[in-house]
Structure formats: structure tokens, C-alpha cells
């Protein structure tokens, strides 16, 4: 291979979600001059709080994943400094928007016990996307970002990460599992996880602990059914919250309302997963069949809300988006396993050790304390 012909960078950064994107931030706030590639498999920043458009209408937007924020505590240090800086460019607000509970018989409750429902709230503004797109527009002219870019080759070489031969870093750092967790290997069916192939066994004692924690780390699938409903003037809440037993009967977590600015809305399902394996020669066959299955249950679900059940029949599916790994659950990184020097490898996101695990507020604060590192090398 001709070397001479990659791209040489300071530090790439794998996926543009929330922790890659906060990552981008964090260095830039702290200082750091080396040049930053973001590599990211979507076609947009954003991750699991990426908005989803469409072509033929221009005006749709669609928080497909996470609708908000949540904050389990007052932040503080570097989190809170970024949250201002968020909110002085006026894309991020509190999420004041009514949250209901709804019960096994479909009717309004209690809200449930849920870690996405304790503390505070906070949306982008006007759509969730905008805050990873905000942080990474502070890594100024030194970061590109590439999107619809999923990277599936590494090598190691001495003083240089190569991905998929095109581009040459000499840190990286990932911010999916993708690349480090054997799950890859059955969902896109690669033949080898890339990670543990670039770097022998044994090279990296800290590498192999951390690689041997990924692979032993959960995470929950969700199915998102993508529904446009005509507009309606009901006073309606922004989400609907099912209770454990609900969730049970319906396989549903919970619905979300997202107002159109021409007044239409789009509702977001968010449905359970039931276990089934998923391979890229399964997931077509399992979508077509969350679809039915989600359909299906809405006019019960919605009953509560007579204004929105009657919109049903005009509701027009704009598809179902497969979260692979929704929530992680279980096992967590821990933070003294998040750099790995020796090899020149980090890790963020939700999935790391530490305040708001599996929450947004852990994708930032473990991509914060990743820079941290990073600056003090
Ligand atoms: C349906 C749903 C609802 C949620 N609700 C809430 C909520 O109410 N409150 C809350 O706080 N949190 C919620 N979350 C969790 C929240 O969205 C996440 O904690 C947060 O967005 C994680 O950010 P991240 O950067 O760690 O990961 P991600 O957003 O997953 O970013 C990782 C990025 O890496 C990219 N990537 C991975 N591998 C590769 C590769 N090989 N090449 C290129 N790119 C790659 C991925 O495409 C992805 O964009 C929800 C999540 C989901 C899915």
C-alpha cells in the first residue's frame, strides 16, 4: 500500500453523534491545534439524536430518536460551561413540553419510572440534530467531517491509525461499538471486529482489557415507527409514556408528538424489541413486521386523545428506523480504560462509566472527559 496516498490527520473521530461531536468541542475549547477528521456512517450529525428530513419536503423535520435531552443533575464544570454555550447560540432550550404515563388499559396515568424521565430536560433548537451540528461547528476550519462514511478497516501501523485505506490519524478515537464489539460481526456481517483485528493481542494490555469490557457490553433495539398525521389544533402532549406493565401488553415504550411548522405532525412509535436475531438478511423482514405490528396497536394507544385517533386512518408511514443499539445496558467502560496510549486509541459516549450512562448527558460528559485526557498527553 502507498502511504504517501492517505490522508494524513492529528485525530480521527468515529461517528458525529452527541459524544463525537462534544469531543470536537471539548478539544477546540481546551486548545487543542492538531487537525480533526469526524468519520460518520449517517447522513448527517446527529447519531441517535439525528432529525430525519425528506427530499421531496423540504419542510419535514423528524427527531427520530431521542426527542430530548435528559440531565440527571444540575450540571456542573465543563458540562455546564458547554450547556450555556448551547443555549447562548439558541440551540438547545428546556423541554417543557407535557409528558404523560399511559396504562396497561390505555388510559392516562402516572408517569413511570425511567431514567430518561428523571431531572431536567433540554431539546435542540428547532430540532434535535442542531446541538451536535452546533458543537461540531466549533471545531472550526482544522475538523472535516465526512457523513454517509461508515468505516469498517482498520490497521495499526507505527504512529498512524490507516482506515479503510484512505485516511491516516495518528490518534482515533470511537465513539459507536461498532468497530470494537463482536455484535458488528452478526448485524453487518463483517467477518472480523476491527479493532481487535488492527492491534494483536497481547500488544496492548490496556487495549485488551478495554476490548475484552466492550464485548461483554449490552444494549436495548428499538424500532421507531415514522408516522405524518394531517394537522391538528388538539392540545396534545409532546410525549406519551407507557408504564412498565403497558409496555408489556404493547411492546411499546413510548409515542412522541413532534408539531410541523406548517401545523402537520409527525409521530414517532418507539417499539420494543422481542429478540429476534438481526442480520442484514433478517432486518427487512423484521421491519416490514414491527410495522404491522406497531400500526396496529395505535388505536388503542391513542384513545385518550380522540382528536389524533381520528387522524389515523389518513397517517401516512414514512418507515421504521432500527436503533441497533438504542440504550446500552449491563456492563459499562469504565473511565480509566477510556485512553489507551500506548496505541493511541480512545472511547466515548453513553456507554462509558459514569454520570447519565446511557443517556445523552453521559455522551457529552464522557466525550468532555476524553478531551480532558487528550489535552493533558
Ligand atoms: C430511540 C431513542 C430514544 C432515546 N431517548 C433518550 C432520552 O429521552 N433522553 C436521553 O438523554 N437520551 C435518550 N436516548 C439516548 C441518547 O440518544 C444517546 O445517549 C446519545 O445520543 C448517544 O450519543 P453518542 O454520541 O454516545 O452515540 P451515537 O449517537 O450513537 O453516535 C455514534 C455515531 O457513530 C457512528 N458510527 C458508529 N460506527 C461507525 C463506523 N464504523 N463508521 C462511521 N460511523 C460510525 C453512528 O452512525 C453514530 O452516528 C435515546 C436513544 C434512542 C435511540
Redesign the pocket.
Known amino acids: 500500500m502507498d502511504l504517501s496516498k492517505q490522508r494524513p490527520v492529528d485525530l480521527a473521530v ?7 461531536a462534544a469531543l470536537v468541542a471539548g478539544l477546540r475549547a481546551g486548545g487543542y491545534q492538531g487537525t480533526i477528521l469526524v ?4 447522513r448527517g450529525p446527529g ?3 439525528a432529525t430525519r428530513r425528506r427530499r421531496e419536503d423540504p419542510c419535514w423535520r423528524l427527531d427520530h ?6 440531565m440527571t443533575g444540575e450540571p456542573t464544570g465543563p458540562l455546564a460551561k458547554l450547556l450555556e454555550s448551547l443555549q447562548i447560540q439558541g440551540v438547545l432550550v428546556p423541554d417543557r413540553e407535557p409528558v404523560v404515563g399511559l396504562d396497561p388499559d390505555g388510559g392516562v396515568t402516572a408517569l413511570p419510572d425511567d431514567p ?1 424521565l428523571v431531572g431536567h430536560r433540554w431539546r435542540g433548537q428547532p430540532t434535535m440534530a442542531t446541538v451536535a451540528e452546533a458543537l461540531l461547528s466549533a471545531g472550526g476550519a482544522g475538523t472535516q467531517a465526512h457523513y454517509g ?4 478497516r482498520l490497521r495499526r501501523r507505527p504512529e498512524a491509525w490507516l482506515l479503510d485505506d484512505t485516511w491516516q490519524a495518528r490518534s482515533l478515537v470511537l ?2 461499538t ?2 470494537a464489539h463482536p455484535r458488528s460481526l452478526a448485524m453487518l456481517g463483517w467477518t472480523e471486529v476491527p479493532l481487535r483485528a488492527a492491534v494483536p493481542v497481547g500488544a496492548d494490555p490496556q487495549l485488551d482489557q478495554a476490548l475484552a469490557t466492550i464485548a461483554d457490553l449490552d444494549a436495548s433495539v ?1 424500532w ?1 415507527l415514522m408516522l405524518e398525521l394531517p394537522g391538528s389544533d388538539a392540545s396534545l402532549p409532546r410525549q406519551i409514556w407507557l408504564t412498565a406493565s403497558a409496555r408489556e401488553r404493547f411492546g411499546v415504550e413510548r409515542l412522541v408528538l413532534q408539531r410541523q411548522g406548517d401545523g402537520r405532525l409527525g409521530l414517532v412509535v ?1 417499539g420494543l424489541d422481542d429478540g429476534q436475531a438481526i442480520t442484514p438478511e433478517s432486518q427487512p423482514t423484521l421491519i416490514a413486521a414491527q410495522e404491522t405490528r406497531l400500526r396496529a396497536q395505535l388505536p388503542e394507544l391513542l384513545a385518550p386523545w380522540p382528536e389524533l385517533e381520528r387522524l389515523l386512518p389518513q397517517a401516512r408511514s414514512l418507515g421504521v428506523m432500527r ?1 441497533g443499539a ?2 446500552p445496558t449491563g456492563r459499562r467502560l469504565p473511565q480509566s480504560l477510556q485512553w489507551c496510549p500506548q496505541s493511541q486509541v480512545g472511547f466515548c ?2 456507554w462509558i462509566a459514569g454520570s447519565g450512562y ?6 457529552l460528559q464522557s466525550a468532555l472527559d476524553l478531551s480532558d485526557q487528550l489535552l493533558s498527553c
Do not use: C, K
Open positions: 468515529i461517528g458525529a453523534g452527541l459524544s463525537g468519520l460518520e456512517a449517517g447519531g441517535r439524536t430518536g431521542a426527542p430530548t435531552l435528559t430518561q462514511t461508515r468505516i469498517q465513539t459507536g461498532l468497530l428499538r421507531n418507539h436503533w438504542a440504550r459516549g453513553d446511557g443517556l445523552a448527558e453521559g455522551a
